[in-house]
């Protein structure tokens, strides 16, 4: 039986602002945090100063390119959908 292995978490955030047609542009990240703390942290510190944050993390197989479905830590404001 194979041994049971803990895949990593990708955790990361990110922030927003407008551009001139209003549409939502990413102008801070994606950011990879060592932490799901931090990167509430993080995204809370971000939140004065663009249109809108998000933290989010998900279980990460990166050299097999595999993900699981993103888990939202933390949002305010404008944010895209998660695709």
Not at 58 to 67: F, T, W
Request: proline share 5%; glycine share 8%; hydrophobic share 45%.
């Amino acid at each position: 039986m194979a041994e049971q292995t803990k895949l990593p978490k990708l955790i990361v955030v990110m922030a927003f602002d407008r551009d001139e047609e209003g549409e939502l542009q990413t102008v801070f990240g994606p950011a990879d945090q060592q932490s799901e703390e931090r990167a509430i942290r993080i995204a809370k510190g971000l939140v004065e100063k663009h249109a809108g944050v998000i933290a989010w993390s998900r279980v990460a197989d990166v050299a097999l390119g595999e993900y699981g479905e993103p888990t939202v830590l933390y949002t305010a404001g404008a944010v895209p959908d998660m695709e």
